[in-house]
């Protein structure tokens, strides 16, 4: 089992809907991150969240709003997705920003956008 | 040129063969390197990080080059198990800490 939690695993969305995907750790790592992926593609970073402050957004449209109540807790509040936008959705966590560490993955949120 | 890029694959071997995974770098500012694997629909999960010094756990050994900026992963007497695909990552200096993916190589283990 996976030491990051997402939920849903699965979640199917009409374009005009407001969800978000949660993530939670308790393994002490203070940096947080939201990776998307499609399809036979690699991951792809979205936002960093480092002693709950966010660090990088990758230019992602404001659909997208990431939130970090506490240093456990990343979520991702979804509102009017496109067709597009459907991808498995991964939330990941380190020891700190830029660890030699590696990073933890979440077993990820599937969503479907219709 | 891609910042991190591994042989196209797939692999297809039969159990008990020896395979092997190149990638390289383009940016010698990297400063940590690791190959996660990632089963179909899955989550990419670390399966070692890649020391200069050469790194082994079990039938896996991963090299570093630094100077080349080349990354290796040698699986030895593969199994079944292994069939997945392997992602070459990288975080460079700078960029806050943020994996940088190759497109990975799809590895499948045959009877």
């Known amino acids: 089992d996976t030491e990051v939690t997402q939920t849903p695993k699965h979640l199917v969305m009409g374009m005009t809907n407001k969800k978000s995907l949660k993530c939670e750790q308790h393994?002490?790592?203070?940096?947080m991150y939201w990776y998307k992926q499609k399809a036979k593609k690699p991951p792809e970073l979205m936002f960093v969240?480092?002693?709950?402050?966010?660090?990088i957004n990758e230019s992602v449209p404001s659909r997208f709003s990431p939130e970090c109540p506490n240093s456990s807790l990343l979520n991702l509040h979804l509102h009017a997705l496109q067709p597009e936008d459907s991808a498995l959705y991964l939330c990941?966590?380190?020891?700190?920003?830029?660890?030699?560490?590696?990073?933890?993955f979440g077993s990820g949120t599937r969503l479907t956008v219709v | 040129r891609k910042e991190v890029e591994q042989d196209p694959g797939p692999f297809n071997v039969p159990e008990g063969a020896t395979v092997a995974f190149n990638c390289t770098y383009s940016?010698?500012?990297?400063?940590?390197f690791f190959w996660y694997r990632q089963d179909c629909r899955k989550e990419p999960k670390l399966l070692m990080s890649?020391?200069?010094s050469g790194n082994e756990d079990g039938r896996f050994t991963a090299q570093l080059n630094r100077a080349s900026q080349y990354i290796s992963l040698l699986i030895r007497d593969s199994k079944l198990s292994d069939s997945a695909t392997y992602l070459c990552?990288?975080?460079?200096?700078?960029?806050?800490?943020?994996?940088?993916f190759g497109k990975g190589t799809k590895l499948s283990v045959k009877p």
């Open positions: 990941a966590s380190s020891h700190r920003q830029a660890t030699n560490y590696g990073y933890t």
């Open positions: 940016n010698s500012a990297s400063q940590s």
């Open positions: 969240y480092s002693y709950e402050k966010l660090s």
């Open positions: 890649v020391y200069s």
């Open positions: 990552v990288v975080t460079t200096r700078g960029s806050q800490g943020n994996l940088i």
């Open positions: 393994m002490g790592h203070r940096a």
